[in-house]
């Protein structure tokens, strides 16, 4: 499954994490797409990275940014978006609030 972060979502994350996605989850040839045509905020960053092969580890990051977005202001979620079988984006939903474990 190839996902990709929106990027102006990214705006609202702390500096550190985006340095883990940029080092973890996307690669330095990572395509940007218009994952959304016709929004003017519809860019996303594909994650091809190392860390993007790991699904688990991948969602368990979104989450974690989705979380960061709205204990900041943020009124939604990131945008995070699936490449489907034809080639296009379609998005995929995402909760950001992942259970603890205990």
């Given at each position: 499954m190839t996902l990709a972060l929106n990027i102006s979502d990214l705006?609202?994350?702390?500096?550190?994490m985006v340095s883990v996605l940029a080092g973890d989850f996307i690669s330095m040839k990572s395509p940007v797409v218009d994952a959304e045509p016709g929004q003017a905020d519809g860019m996303a960053i594909v994650c091809d990275g190392p860390g993007s092969e790991d699904q688990e580890r991948l969602q368990a990051f979104i989450?974690?940014?989705?979380?960061?977005m709205k204990e900041n202001g943020a009124q939604h979620s990131?945008?995070?978006y699936e490449k489907t079988s034809r080639g296009t984006w379609r998005r995929k939903k995402v909760s950001g609030s992942r259970k603890k474990e205990s």
């Open positions: 705006t609202y994350c702390k500096a550190e989450d974690v940014i989705s979380r960061w990131l945008r995070v």
